[in-house]
């Protein structure tokens, strides 16, 4: 009780249950479940063109989509932090009729075909959007097709993920900490500032890696919504996509690149993430 | 009136806490009471953690809470110093930090904060632990920097919400003896929860006993054992108290050596629970560690059960069923033996050793 962030069972059971191999029926199943995930990965490792591969990454073209996609992935990010981690406390902390809905809205783009997300952003902050219209009559921005729709597009489908990590960790949250906390005399902005975030750091990390990731991958809202303008809306998995095309060596190492980035945030995550739920 | 006054209800779902409390300075009030009487719940209405659904608190010469007026002051306004069941020490700051922070709330800078912390540290004697992580700190330990968290911001009401009973003997007896010299530099009132009698008796000057959120029996210690008004506050009462020297295993209580569980030294309170007395018509065979023979002197009989208070070498009152006292026609004046299993004796260190 006075740990709240260790995982449930005892310690002495779990080695021994870790220690004991899988009967059969399950070994099997796995294994060619596993033969799923890791044939891709070994086809593409086969198919890059090793001894080209730092003059394929160093042409221009590369430098503007990796800049790109990292600036709006980063983005996203910052974005979702410093809003989707208040969503996130709210839908753990507060009880307001309609809170299941609001959780589905703002889960829906976990689920939802990006594809379908672009074209509804589109409907709604296009050039002639519901609120497209009035905000570029009003400011002169308009979203789709620039490098801010990009982030917007991205902002969509990863945030959610921030939002679930985050509002699980509020809930596991023994909130007799804050408690404790404001008998001492902390302000609420202290005690979410000096005890609830640094205790749920853990997951904060691993909300702010898994949007990261998430964003940096998204390619159909961002496609449908901000279009594929090389040096403006094009990002990483779009030129991937484009070079598949034309360039097939290119596309290769493209992907090399999303594999490693996206494998090395994952396997740094496993105790953040996967125990915790 | 200095100290604090209390009049509150609060209604939760299993029952509807109705409490009024004065504690006046310098003095100890021990809430006692089963679980889920509402001995929890009580605290976090006074510190402000659950709203109270009507009454008057009012500490020194604030109003903290005024159903009537609509007045609420924050608990962290409220200068009420907690110290929780579990330390609920904050696992991401150092034990030093864990202190300093009800003074970086209230404004101190961060050195000065720390400066204070660390002379708190030194008198709750845990110095080298100030770098810890509340992870590395033993029960009582943790229990050391909660109190010292709770006093330094110097609280005008401090509330202990059964401080010991996640500890193990030796830590509770090091505990209690710090705790017993903190509360009387502490000077302002000072509420003890617990459902540990001996610890109640020993450490508060007035008890109260709460049941299904009501007062059931308020009173300094003598009263409620002469006159327990319910069954729990019989058992509370009815428990039997001993004074004694312990030396490792051995309890002499006047001058009668008993043989009990814990290892510890010094002056010591005993409790030892009537049931856990067995009367027999000779001597108990098995070896029990504890037995004597002695005779009866009363019999009280209750609804339920019957008391038995027996004569030296040690008086105790032992309790039985109605059939077992008139199987074995226990009466006055019947010559019996008394055995009592060294585990049965709970012992609390009273003074250092």
């Known amino acids: 009780m006075s740990t709240p962030q260790q995982g449930n069972g005892h310690g002495s059971d779990r080695r021994r249950r870790l220690r004991t191999p899988p009967p059969l029926f399950i070994l099997i199943p796995a294994a060619i479940g596993l033969v799923l995930f890791v044939v891709p990965v070994v086809g593409l490792l086969i198919g890059v063109p090793w001894g080209d591969l730092v003059a394929l990454l160093s042409t221009e073209a590369v430098a503007d989509t990796l800049r790109l996609s990292l600036l709006s992935s980063l983005a996203a990010a910052a974005i979702s932090l ?38 509804a952003l589109l409907f709604a902050l296009g050039r002639r959007g519901v609120i497209g219209a009035p905000l570029a009559r009003a400011t002169g921005l308009t979203l789709p097709f620039s490098t801010w729709g990009v982030v917007v597009a991205v902002t969509f489908v990863a945030m959610p993920l921030m939002v679930v990590t985050v509002e699980g960790a509020l809930r596991n949250l023994d909130s007799r900490f804050e408690r404790a906390a404001e008998t001492l005399g902390a302000s609420r902005w202290i005690v979410l500032r000096q005890v609830t975030l640094p205790m749920i750091g853990p997951s904060l990390v691993a909300g702010t890696a898994l949007t990261w990731a998430r964003a940096l991958g998204e390619f159909g809202a961002t496609l449908t919504f901000a279009g594929n303008l090389p040096g403006r809306t094009q990002t990483l998995p779009l030129a991937i996509f484009v070079a598949l095309e034309s360039d097939r060596d290119t596309a290769i ?18 105790d953040h993430w996967w125990r915790r739920r | 009136m200095n100290g604090l006054e209390a009049r509150l209800v609060v209604r939760r779902e299993r029952f509807v806490l109705d409490v009024a409390l004065t504690i006046r300075p ?17 605290v976090e209405a006074l510190a402000g953690l659950v709203p109270i659904d009507w009454g008057l608190i009012r500490l020194g010469d604030r109003i ?3 159903s009537g007026a609509g007045t609420f002051v924050e608990p962290a306004h409220r200068r009420i110093g907690v110290v929780f069941q579990d330390g609920m020490l904050f696992p991401h700051l150092s034990a030093l930090d864990n202190v300093a922070f009800g003074l970086r709330s209230a404004g101190l800078s961060r050195r000065r904060a720390r400066r204070q912390a660390a ?36 609280p005008k009401l401090l509330l202990l919400d059964e401080p010991f009973s996640a500890l193990d003997i030796t830590a509770r007896t090091g505990l209690r003896r710090m705790f017993r010299e903190h509360l009387s530099d502490y000077s302002g009132p000072r509420l003890l929860i617990t459902h540990d009698p001996a610890e109640a008796f020993l ?35 009815g428990v039997n108290l001993l004074v004694g020297i312990a030396s490792g295993h051995n309890l002499v209580v006047e001058n009668h050596p008993l043989v009990i569980a814990d290892d510890v030294r010094g002056r010591v309170i005993a409790t030892i629970h009537p049931r856990a007395i067995s009367i027999h018509l000779d001597q108990p065979g098995g070896s029990p560690r504890n037995a004597w023979p002695t005779t ?30 008139s199987s074995l026609n226990l009466y006055p004046g019947t010559a019996v033996w008394l055995s009592i299993k060294a585990t049965e004796i709970h012992v609390v260190t009273q003074d250092s050793a």
């Open chain 1, 82 to 119: 410093v809003l989707g981690v208040p969503i996130a406390w709210v839908l753990a902390r507060c009880r307001f009729p309609g809170r299941s809905v609001v959780r589905g809205l703002v889960l829906l783009p976990l689920v939802l075909p990006p594809v379908v997300g672009g074209a």
């Open chain 1, 253 to 270: 190492a493209l992907s090399l690149v999303m594999v490693t980035v996206s494998l090395v945030v994952l396997v740094s995550l496993r």
């Open chain 2, 26 to 42: 310098d003095r100890t009030v021990a809430v006692l009471g089963p679980n889920g009487a509402g001995k929890t719940t009580l």
């Open chain 2, 64 to 66: 903290l809470d005024d």
């Open chain 2, 119 to 154: 002379r708190w540290l030194a008198a709750v004697g845990v110095s080298e632990l100030a770098e810890h992580r509340p992870g590395k700190l033993s029960g009582g330990q943790a229990q050391r920097v909660a109190i010292a968290r709770a006093l330094v911001t110097d």
């Open chain 2, 203 to 237: 450490l508060a000057d007035e008890l109260v006993i709460l049941e299904a959120g009501s007062v059931v029996q308020r009173g300094i210690a003598d009263e409620i054992r002469l006159r327990p008004s319910t069954r729990y506050a019989a058992d509370l009462a």
């Open chain 2, 296 to 325: 009866i002197r009363y019999v009280d009989h209750h609804a339920d059960r019957v008391r038995i208070q027996t004569a030296g070498p040690i008086p105790l009152t032992a309790e039985v069923t109605p059939d077992a006292q």
